[in-house]
């Protein structure tokens, strides 16, 4: 279960005139990952290290380079704009629609709801898995859930036009998210490794 630490792999920096380290390291179940160390103190005032988790043929693996420290900064700040916007969509969403949402689904039959949400199974989750979480969490957890900003168009779907300034919203929403991908792209474009 012990990790072992690998010999440091030197590689030149983005200016050219030092390096970075890469440290690995890898236990006896094949797991590995590393870490990057700038040395060059030119880079290290200007550069901070870009990571990114992403899954691919199941397999989980971490894209690295090293970016200008602005840039970085800058898809932060994008990345927080779209969470601090999904938040407030959904507060908006649940005052302006909660209780006729709620209302909507009273006294009905868990399948019926299940129909509703799903159309007729159309989409996730299936009927078993809808049970079991109504069985898990409640239904009124689970109908809150679809307040979620990517559930929003099943509410819009089912209780009709008349949430058009949240259709508003959404689109707001999608505008900001739009631009945190491209920033994200310019990041990853931008980066040295
Ligand atoms: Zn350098």
């Known amino acids: 279960m012990s990790w072992e630490v690998h010999e440091p792999i030197k590689r030149p920096c983005p200016c050219g005139k ?7 390291r890898s236990d006896d179940w094949n797991r590995f990952d590393e870490h990057w160390d700038m040395q060059c103190p030119a880079c290290h005032a200007e550069y901070v290290l ?6 691919r043929k199941g397999m989980t693996a971490t894209y690295r380079g090293w970016v200008p420290s602005n840039v970085l900064r800058e898809l932060e700040a994008a990345m927080a704009a779209v969470e601090e916007a ?18 909507h689904f009273a006294g009905k039959a868990k399948k ?11 989409h996730y989750p299936s009927l078993g898995t809808f049970y079991r979480h ?7 957890r689970v109908l809150e859930g679809y307040f979620d900003p990517r559930e929003l168009p099943t509410v819009i779907r ?3 036009p008349s949430a058009s300034e949240l259709t508003e919203r959404m ?8 631009e945190m991908d ?3 792209s310019r990041a990853r474009q931008q980066a040295f490794s």
């Open 134 to 140: 109504v069985a898990d969490s409640g239904m009124a």
């Open 50 to 55: 870009y990571t990114l988790d992403y899954t």
């Open 182 to 184: 491209a920033q994200d």
């Open 158 to 160: 089912i209780l009709g």
């Open 18 to 24: 030092g390096h970075y380290a890469v440290i690995g």
């Open 86 to 103: 999904r938040k407030q969509l959904s507060s908006y969403a649940i005052a302006a629609l909660g209780a006729r949402w709620t209302a």
């Open 112 to 122: 019926t709801v299940w129909h509703e949400l799903t159309e007729n199974g159309k």
């Open 171 to 178: 689109a707001e929403v999608a505008r900001l998210e739009r």
